[in-house]
């Protein structure tokens, strides 16, 4: 079982491009996550979607958007880049209920210059 | 605000024991989550307490206390494999994962 899936690994982008994060998950949870993570700070949540065709914003939504089109997928777009969203990009999954812990992905190291 | 405390960083050596710390305030409590994270790779679940006490898995062990706030994971018979951090995160009345920065484990020989 693949579990969750995310590509790129990583990426160096110039600053004012868009880019796609592509996450997959063949688990069937209903919740899935993006976090980004940085030196000295906990995960921080960007965007999270509960089941498919809803989404939610998290802690640092802006600049990003995602879409949960289905259960399996749930991509992150940065519309216009910048230097402060360099970070090492976790996408996660679970399933819902009380003692449910979440499945992380191998994480996208993005550099934006 | 919400907020996680552990310890940045602590140094052990092989073969002995280590306790790392958790201290929380959030917005109602569902739960307290202890993950490992070894350089360069993804979070892993390690642990998960609700109810106060303690829960022993193998070599770790890991205790809640919700009237302090509190939570420590217990790592016995330390191992070189065991350098990594550990993230300690409670879930708050919005079922949203709130995590702490992570504390650096140093393992000695």
């Known amino acids: 079982t693949a579990g969750i899936t995310q590509a790129p690994t990583s990426q160096i982008l110039a600053a004012g491009r868009s880019m796609t994060l592509r996450c997959t998950q063949d688990m069937r949870h209903n919740a899935m996550y993006w976090y980004r993570q940085d030196l000295g700070l906990g995960l921080r949540l960007i965007h999270y979607s509960n089941t498919a065709g809803t989404t939610g914003k998290g802690e640092v939504p802006d600049g990003y958007s995602v879409s949960r089109a289905n259960t399996d997928d749930f991509p992150l777009t940065l519309a216009s880049a910048v230097p402060s969203q360099t970070s090492v990009y976790f996408c996660a999954s679970s399933d819902t209920g009380e003692h449910t812990e979440a499945f992380f992905g191998q994480g996208t190291r993005l550099t934006v210059v | 605000g919400q907020n996680i405390d552990q310890p940045t960083e602590m140094t052990a050596t092989e073969g002995a024991i280590v306790q790392i710390n958790c201290t929380y305030q959030t917005s109602g409590f569902n739960g307290l989550f202890w993950y490992q994270q070894h350089a360069g790779e993804a979070p892993t679940f390690l642990s998960y307490?609700?109810l106060d006490g303690l829960e022993e898995k193998g070599r770790f062990s890991s205790f809640l206390s919700r009237s302090k706030g509190y939570s420590y994971l217990l790592l016995k018979e330390l191992q070189m494999k065991d350098s990594a951090s550990y993230l300690c995160a409670v879930r708050d009345s919005n079922y949203q994962l709130i995590w702490g920065a992570g504390t650096k484990l140093i393992i000695k020989p």
């Open positions: 307490n609700v």
